[in-house]
């Protein structure tokens, strides 16, 4: 049974720090691996994804790495700012006859000016 | 925006009853998946649907139930609500062709069950 494990679980940080947020999970047979962002109470929206043949992938500010083998997935945030905080979630993305998303609980940022 | 629109966004049912929550897909994602948040927690899937079958149930009973339209829309439905169904509700969806593809959200529709 895949289950994805998120650490630190909350971080608070000034503006201006860059942030690595880690994701492991314990099947490594995976498809690929999303990195989501949620504000309170809003949907989650799609960071990146890596696809497992992938060793990372970036866009902006954000990169993520990904070590299929090892079950790890690295958030990496440069130069953080207040717009950064929410709760960033990893999702792999695991086959059982159909694939689905095994979500961890998620990393909460605050980002302070 | 992700072009998946969720009603109605927040509802408040009583124990017992029933509940129909909406989703809108865009055009062409004919694979749509229904996730529960409880507060503090990650999404756990519910199940999925491709064109207009249900392909994958994550670990949630028969009252929980679904149904898929040719217009890219869908439908949850939850029957004798219990108070632990208080979630938050997201359906996702990605083009059907591609099952690995990225997943799309949407804003989700909060439940409350007093």
């Known amino acids: 049974k895949q289950e994805v494990t998120q650490i630190p679980a909350a971080l608070s940080v000034p503006e201006g720090e860059n942030l690595v947020l880690n994701c492991s999970f314990t099947d490594s047979a995976i498809y690929n691996l999303q990195w989501f962002r949620q504000d309170p109470g809003k949907g989650l929206t799609s960071l990146l994804l890596?696809?497992?043949?992938?060793r990372e992938q970036t866009s902006g500010r954000l990169n993520a790495s990904l070590d299929k083998s090892s079950g790890r997935s690295t958030l990496y945030i440069a130069a953080s700012q207040p717009g950064d905080s929410a709760t960033y979630l990893c999702?792999?993305?695991?086959?059982?006859?159909?694939?689905?998303?095994?979500f961890g609980a998620g990393t909460r940022l605050a980002v302070h000016p | 925006e992700t072009g998946v629109t969720q009603s109605p966004t927040h509802l408040i049912k009583t124990r017992g009853q029933q509940v129909t929550l909406r989703c809108s897909s865009q055009?062409?994602?004919?694979?749509v998946s229904w996730y529960q948040q409880a507060l503090g927690q990650g999404p756990q899937f519910i199940f999925q649907y491709y064109r207009e079958e249900e392909n994958g149930r994550g670990n949630f009973p028969p009252r929980f139930s679904g149904l898929q339209f040719p217009n890219y829309s869908s439908e949850l439905n939850v029957n004798a609500l219990e108070l632990d169904d208080s979630a938050l509700y997201l359906c996702?969806?990605?083009?059907?062709?591609?099952?690995?593809?990225?997943?799309?959200f949407g804003e989700g529709s909060r439940l409350t069950v007093l």
């Open positions: 055009s062409g994602h004919n694979t």
């Open positions: 890596i696809q497992s043949s992938q």
């Open positions: 999702a792999p993305l695991i086959s059982g006859g159909y694939n689905k998303l095994i």
């Open positions: 996702a969806s990605r083009p059907g062709s591609a099952n690995t593809g990225e997943l799309f």
